[in-house]
């Protein structure tokens, strides 16, 4: 049944909330109603927010995280061990990891995973740019904690063949995260304990 719509302008807006990732029509319609109840000063700062953001974030040169400068907090702490880099599908996963409190190295977010059913191969990702910062010197270890999807584990054979001629080592987290989860919804305790408990990624192609 097609939903009508007293105004164009509520259709209009509730068409846009609907665009958001996981928002069906009925969802939009409850916070766009939502948005009306609050004042118009409120709404303005909400949109303003929202404008300020996609116009003046900036992605950290070194890892491709989130940030407010050239370089990201994280990679800008010295406290940090920057031998040791946790390879991420996104910005998502920093967050996560971060909220463990167990992983005191630096990341790198390749901004997705190799899909070809999707259209994204590894030119739309930032690998050779992991590549060449691994190439440049000063890593010991790289630590493959992407989603343990088909497409997460195409994507670790991809960047372990791009850097197998080099020193350095390659980890993946423990399978504590079950086949075909996504790091984001896994819990603090068990991605922290996945991450401490990682094996060698050689180890793992004899099931791949």
Not at 15 to 31: D, M
Not at 144 to 173: C, H, P, Q, W
């Amino acid at each position: 049944m097609i939903q009508k719509y007293p105004s164009v302008l509520l259709e209009n807006a509730v068409n846009e909330f609907a665009k958001l990732p996981g928002i069906g029509r009925k969802t939009a319609l409850r916070l766009v109603l939502h948005s009306l109840k609050r004042s118009p000063e409120e709404v303005e700062t909400f949109g303003n927010a929202m404008i300020e953001l996609r116009r003046e974030v900036n992605y950290c040169r070194v890892c491709h995280n989130i940030c407010d400068d050239e370089v990201c907090q994280i990679c800008g702490d010295l406290s940090r061990d920057a031998s040791l880099i946790c390879v991420v599908e996104n910005i998502k996963e920093v967050m996560a990891i971060e909220n463990t409190g167990q992983f005191r190295g630096l990341y790198h977010v390749l901004g997705g995973i190799i899909s070809p059913m999707d259209g994204i191969g590894p030119k739309d990702l930032q690998i050779e740019s992991l590549v060449e910062r691994v190439k440049a010197g000063g890593i010991s270890e790289l630590i493959f904690a992407l989603s343990s999807t088909m497409e997460g584990d195409t994507t670790n054979f991809y960047i372990y063949r791009k850097l197998s001629d080099t020193a350095v080592k390659m980890s993946i987290i423990s399978r504590g995260i079950s086949i075909g989860d996504e790091i984001e919804y896994a819990d603090e305790i068990t991605l922290g304990r996945s991450i401490l408990n990682r094996t060698n990624f050689v180890d793992t192609l004899k099931f791949v």
